[in-house]
Every structure is written in structure tokens, then in C-alpha cells.
Nanobody, 127 residues
Framework: QVQLVESGGGLVQAGGSLRLSCAAS????????VGWFRQAPGKDREFVAA?????????DVADSVQGRFTISRDNAKNTVYLQMDRLKPEDTAVYSC???????????????????WGQGTQVTVSA
């Protein structure tokens, strides 16, 4: 079993940047596809970005964050990152990372395909 802990959230002005980290313990993340999701108050959880297992050669990002957010992984640190640039007020949400096993070489964009979830970190973007 793998445990996930997110960090790096906070309050930032519009146009600013944050880098979220998803640190894993218990098992190596190298054999897991990893994704980031977010949920704003009163809204459904939505997919943000995903990276494939191992080298992470495949990535996928939602249209709403395309060109602003980048996902990457550092297997040596057992950590996946979400670099968020040019943040907008509508990016305000709780961001959670998740890990999916048995998805070799692909990204996973559907929440119900993930096996493990972190507790989330709050990101607030002020206008």
C-alpha cells in the first residue's frame, strides 16, 4: 500500500505560481501512474493532470490548465510535482494527488481508476 501526502498549497495572487508536491511512502511510486485532481466548493472533483508510470514519458493535462500547469515525477525522491503558473482565481480548489496501479505506460484521467489518494492541499488564488 502507498501513502500520499500533498504539500505546497497556499494563497497566491492571480498571475503567480505554486508548485505542489505529492510525496509517497510505503512503496515506490515508479510502478504507479499518478494524477492530480481538484475540487472547488460546491463543484465536482475534476481532473487536472496525469503522468504515466516509470519514466513518466506520457503526460496529460486538462484543457482548462493547458499551457499553465505541468506535471512531472522524480522517482528518486518518490515524488510527483504539479507546477502551476499564471494562476487564476478559478484555479482555487483543494488539490489532491492519486496513484493508480496496473496502468503501465498510460496516463489515467478518470478518478475512479485510482487506488490511493492523498488528503489534499488548499490552493487559493486571489484576484
Amino acid at each position: 500500500q502507498v501513502q500520499l501526502v500533498e504539500s505546497g498549497g497556499g494563497l497566491v495572487q492571480a498571475g503567480g505560481s505554486l508548485r505542489l508536491s505529492c510525496a509517497a511512502s510505503g512503496r515506490s511510486l515508479v510502478t504507479y501512474a499518478v494524477g492530480w485532481f481538484r475540487q472547488a466548493p460546491g463543484k465536482d472533483r475534476e481532473f487536472v493532470a496525469a503522468v504515466s508510470w516509470a519514466s513518466g514519458s506520457d503526460t496529460d493535462v486538462a484543457d482548462s490548465v493547458q499551457g499553465r500547469f505541468t506535471i512531472s515525477r522524480d522517482n528518486a525522491k518518490n515524488t510527483v510535482y504539479l507546477q502551476m503558473d499564471r494562476l487564476k482565481p478559478e484555479d482555487t480548489a483543494v488539490y489532491s494527488c492519486a496513484a493508480a496501479q496496473n496502468h503501465r505506460g498510460t496516463t489515467v484521467t478518470r478518478a475512479n481508476e485510482y487506488d490511493y489518494w492523498g488528503q489534499g492541499t488548499q490552493v487559493t488564488v486571489s484576484a
